[in-house]
């Protein structure tokens, strides 16, 4: 769980009732709740600035005032978080992004290479180009998207799903590109490019894997 072990609050979803979604209740747990205890931190491939720990719950009891809304609504909030969830993930890849590309730029600027800028050689500019112009495509995605849930757009789910997808996969290949720009020295931690390709990767699997977008995207066009 995200924030494990640091945060002060923990949303948590219980089963309450009967099975199925209408079973499950929506739970706030103060850290400190007798019970309540945290693993190891993990060890992660990126975002390594965010704590990340298995949440334990040994006997822990809540009180019902700790309940958010009625009983048998925690499934309902929970899905009703995704669509903004998704359009936070593509915005975080846009901001890592946006690094790379601009990184980028200032490499191919200051780097030359037999006795010119990097910056001349015209396949470079092309890479360069396509990079911008996907950066861009993503970025009105993820704010149609956007657009489209403060709306109440009953297409919103689709459009998130969309973003979701095309930010996080078009977000991670400028990242790659940017890293493949700096040779050998987008490898190096001397350089950001290694680490914003490590943030970036996780978002394709965050809120929803991106196989799991192309089922909502798929299951929207022919639920029409």
């Known amino acids: 769980i995200s924030g494990a072990g640091t945060s002060d609050l923990y949303l948590v979803m ?3 009732g ?4 209408r079973g499950v209740s929506a739970f706030v747990v103060e850290a400190g709740t007798p ?3 945290f693993g190891a931190q993990e060890r992660k491939m990126g ?3 965010q704590p990340t720990a298995i949440v334990h719950f040994d006997g822990v009891r809540v009180p019902a005032a700790h309940r958010i809304g009625a009983e048998g609504q925690g ?3 929970a899905m009703a978080g995704l669509d903004g969830g998704r359009i936070n993930i593509a915005a975080c890849s846009l901001g890592g992004a946006g690094l790379a590309l601009e990184t980028a730029r200032e490499h191919l ?3 030359r290479q037999f006795g010119r800028p ?4 015209q396949a470079l500019q092309f890479r360069l180009a396509d990079m911008a112009t996907e950066l861009e495509a993503a970025r009105l995605m993820v704010r149609r998207a956007a657009f489209a849930l403060d709306a109440g757009d009953p297409d919103a789910t689709l459009y998130c799903a969309m973003a979701k997808r095309f930010a996080t996969d078009g977000g991670f290949e400028v990242a790659n590109q940017a890293l493949q720009l700096h040779g050998g020295y987008g490898y190096l931690r001397d350089y950001p490019l290694e680490r914003i390709v490590r943030d970036l990767r996780v978002h394709q699997i965050l809120e929803g894997t991106n196989e799991i977008m192309r089922v909502i995207i798929s299951r929207e066009i022919l639920g029409r």
């Open 118 to 121: 990097l910056a001349d050689f």
């Open 14 to 16: 219980a089963r309450t």
């Open 47 to 49: 975002w390594n600035a």
């Open 35 to 37: 019970g309540l205890s």
């Open 109 to 111: 600027s200051a780097r």
């Open 18 to 21: 009967e099975g199925g979604a």
């Open 75 to 77: 499934f309902r909030f």
